[in-house]
């Protein structure tokens, strides 16, 4: 090896710890800090509506009862209430509704209990259901009553009924 090969590998070896060093020691340290958020906002929706149906008669002499479901499903937490409008018969309210064939009518109520004594409307806190939402589908028993007609025509008689959930 020559002179100057020897002389600059015993400077890189005297000078590279050197430098090491001279690096800055951390002998402080400074902290803050900062936010995380997330919103979860409510929110609901009808996740299922099973056919209200009265079914097939000769007459109607008396009550025909029927029961159908809707599932309603809202975030967790979240209050709600559940209205059904009066239907699409003309002149229909929701303690009179109609069930319609061509120009013929046949009365029915829908009702928030076995008993039939609650008839299920659209006005919150007065003739809606109510309910809690815990993010799973929450199921609601629909409960129907056609009282004694008397010789309604024979036909299809249908009705559509629209559900509001409020939240």
């Given at each position: 090896m020559s002179r100057n090969c020897v002389s600059a590998v015993v400077a890189a070896i005297v000078l590279v710890p050197a430098t090491l060093s001279t690096a800055p020691a951390w002998a402080?340290?400074?902290?803050?800090?900062?936010?995380?958020s997330m919103t979860i906002e409510g929110s609901c929706s009808v996740a299922s509506a099973t056919t209200l149906d009265f079914g097939s008669h000769a007459t109607v002499a008396s009550n025909v009862d029927s029961s159908s479901t809707i599932g309603v499903q809202c975030t967790s937490a979240t209050p709600y209430s559940i209205g059904l409008s009066a239907g699409q018969g003309s002149?229909?309210?929701?303690?009179?509704?109609?069930?319609?064939?061509?120009?013929?009518t046949i009365p029915y109520t829908i009702y928030r209990d076995s008993n039939h004594t609650q008839v299920w409307g659209v006005t919150n806190a007065v003739d809606t259901q109510g309910g809690t939402g815990n993010g799973g589908v929450q199921s609601f028993t629909v409960y129907g009553r056609v009282p004694p007609v008397a010789s309604?025509?024979?036909?299809a008689y249908s009705d559509t009924i629209a559900v509001t959930v409020t939240y």
């Open positions: 402080a340290t400074a902290t803050g800090s900062f936010q995380v002149g229909a309210t929701v303690s009179n509704r109609l069930l319609t064939s061509g120009g013929a309604p025509p024979a036909g």
